[in-house]
T-cell receptor
Framework: DAKTTQPTSMDCAEGRAANLPCNHS???????VYWYRQIHSQGPQYIIH???NNETNEMASLIITEDRKSSTLILPHATLRDTAVYYC??????????????FGKGTKLTVNP | SAVISQKPSRDICQRGTSLTIQCQVD?????MFWYRQQPGQSLTLIAT?????????ESGFVIDKFPISRPNLTFSTLTVSNMSPEDSSIYLC?????????FGEGSRLTVL
């Protein structure tokens, strides 16, 4: 079962920041937080991941609370092309069965003109 | 990141038949996985495709229904056997080496 809780849907205005929350209150010390998104009719796309420090890349920023029980994915300037389902996933580091990703229901983000 | 190609991209199949989906990665990957995404749903992991040995199936999925092959580090197949309308889904192949998990575009199966 997925170990994360996300809102079912969110809306955001084009050009504004989109802040997508994720609750992972049972996360273990060796588990990373991963974010993927799935644009309609495409395969999921990796966005970003982190352990306990905040992370930023060309796509987004990831803010993880100090207790690591929740995180927020930030798309700084949302565009219409960012409309997608966003999945927050926790995964343990290392080889073997922990390599697999278990997807929850995700958040359907709609960016409006 | 590496690119995954899946064939077929879509197909319409008759009840009781079987279909094999091919997954080709343009570079060697350590891990390969098969997922299913039923209409309007999230992704569900079917199995981990192990090179040179039997796949590792998740709860609710069995080898007789979803036989998987992985003859080398760049290729895998998933067969959906004895199909029923409930097998109508998108089937996605994914792979990972040292970087992040990446996905193919999926194979959309419709079973009549």
């Amino acid at each position: 079962d997925a170990k994360t809780t996300q809102p079912t849907s969110m809306d955001c205005a084009e050009g504004r920041a989109a802040n997508l929350p994720c609750n992972h209150s049972t996360i273990s010390g060796n588990e990373y937080v991963y974010w993927y998104r799935q644009i309609h009719s495409q395969g999921p796309q990796y966005i970003i991941h982190g352990l306990k420090n905040n992370e930023t890349n060309e796509m987004a920023s990831l803010i993880i609370t100090e207790d690591r029980k929740s995180s927020t994915l930030i798309l700084p300037h949302a565009t219409l092309r960012d409309t997608a389902v966003y999945y927050c996933i926790v995964r343990a580091a290392g080889m073997g069965g922990s390599e697999k990703l278990v997807f929850g229901k995700g958040t359907k983000l709609t960016v409006n003109p | 990141s590496a690119v995954i190609s899946q064939k077929p991209s879509r197909d319409i199949c008759q009840r009781g038949t079987s279909l094999t989906i091919q997954c080709q990665v343009d570079s060697q990957v350590t891990m390969m996985f098969w997922y299913r995404q039923q209409p309007g749903q999230s992704l569900t992991l079917i199995a981990t495709a192990n090179q040179g040995s039997e796949a590792t199936y998740e709860s609710g999925f069995v080898i007789d229904k979803f036989p998987i092959s992985r003859p080398n580090l760049t290729f895998s197949t998933l067969t959906v056997s004895n199909m029923s309308p409930e097998d109508s889904s998108i089937y996605l192949c994914s792979g990972r080496d040292t970087g992040e998990l990446f996905f193919g575009e999926g194979s959309r199966l419709t079973v009549l």
